[in-house]
């Protein structure tokens, strides 16, 4: 019950646009929840993270809502930028036995930003 | 530059050969984690090491691949007797430890196996 699993594959949206990416999770020990951004030949970035007794954050242009009754959570990228364009993962962790907090990532979503 | 950093980028090794891997974390992070990602996923979680103890590893990680973090600071992963199936990224990342910790990555080294 490690899985996150993430919507969509793909995405393409105008500059300025609102981009959506969805995410769900199984295992309600999970107790963290970052979003995080890759480019191309680059290790993935922290971009923002929620705990699930808080139901919204917003740093800039980009928010999570968190569902916690439903097991789900998405990022919200508000006014789109061609600079945007990257893979987005989500993922949830929580300490584990070896007090490791692994990360349990989604399968990721390619988001493109047109000009 | 006091990021994460990982060597080799790249490996291209045929079948049945070993590779070693290096990866240097932020200085003053305890903590530090080796993933897997193949294309199109995400990154898999292999082994973690607070200071120089290795305290968990996955099941992904096979006899063939071992770990060690000598005094705390960088850390290798190496693999022998590399299959096509090792073809991946393996990413390092390292963190602080605190309550609900950061962690950062390396860019990665991508490894081919011919």
């Known amino acids: 019950q490690q899985q996150v699993k993430q919507s969509p594959q793909s995405l393409i949206v105008q500059k300025g646009g609102i981009s959506i990416i969805n995410c769900a999770y199984e295992n309600t020990a999970f107790d963290y929840f970052p979003w995080y951004q890759q480019f191309p030949g680059k290790g993935p970035a922290l971009l923002i993270a929620i705990r699930p007794d808080v139901s919204e954050k917003k740093e800039g242009r980009f928010t999570i809502s968190f569902n916690k009754s439903a097991k789900q959570f998405s990022l919200h990228i508000m006014d789109s930028q061609p600079g945007d364009s990257a893979t987005y993962f989500c993922a949830a962790t929580l300490v584990s036995s070896g007090s490791a907090r692994q990360l349990t990532f989604g399968s990721g979503t390619q988001l493109t930003v047109l000009p | 530059d006091t990021g994460v950093s990982q060597d080799p980028r790249h490996k291209i090794t045929k079948r049945g050969q070993n590779v070693t891997f290096r990866c240097d974390p932020i200085s003053e992070h305890n903590r530090l984690y080796w993933y897997r990602q193949t294309l199109g996923q995400g990154p898999e979680f292999l082994t973690y090491f607070q200071n120089e103890a290795q305290l968990e590893k996955s099941r992904l990680l096979s006899d063939r691949f071992s770990a060690e973090r000598p005094k705390g600071s960088f850390s290798t992963l190496e693999i022998q007797r590399t299959e096509q199936g090792d073809s991946a990224m393996y990413l390092c990342?390292?963190?602080?430890?605190?309550?609900?910790?950061?962690?950062?990555f390396g860019p990665g080294t991508r490894l081919l196996v011919l």
């Open positions: 990342a390292s963190s602080l430890g605190i309550l609900l910790e950061t962690q950062y």
